[in-house]
């Protein structure tokens, strides 16, 4: 992982063992806030401790990273990227595409939003990718999330692929 980040008196680095219960709590409120759009997702508090774990792995598992913006002592954001891999013979993507960074999940504490921690995470997970050779980051978000969506357009991020679900 590339060095550590500063934004005014932020600094995003990566997540380490003691600042586990923070990001749990910041966990279930994004939990929360997607639970409020789509009724697919279980509640933040039952999930956030197991999720945080399998984020971690995930993470590590895919050269990627866990960065955490921090003021003083307290976690205020965090970022997951992931690096991701196309199949070898999954011959619809140029070569230099295969490998993508994915943000897998990105908040900011409400009362520190619109200060540029965001972009800052952001811009962490990009240096990340880019010192990893990948070319391409891309993220995901709930279609009815339209905060999130403006926010990263305003990031530069454009919508690319749309999925379609219906339940059965």
Known sequence: MATDWHLANNLIKALTQSQRDQVNGLMAQLQAT???LSSDR???DAMAEGHVDYLLNLAESSAGAFLTAITGEQIIGFCVVIITEEDECDLHLQD?????????DL???PNH???GIGRALISAASAHCQASGVRQLKLKTLAQNFQARNAFETLGFRPHEIIHTIDL
């Open 107 to 109: 908040i900011v504490h």
């Open 96 to 104: 230099s595409f295969k490998r993508a960074g994915e943000v897998t």
């Open 34 to 36: 997607e639970r409020a």
């Open 42 to 44: 279980a509640t933040g």
């Open 113 to 115: 939003r619109k200060r």
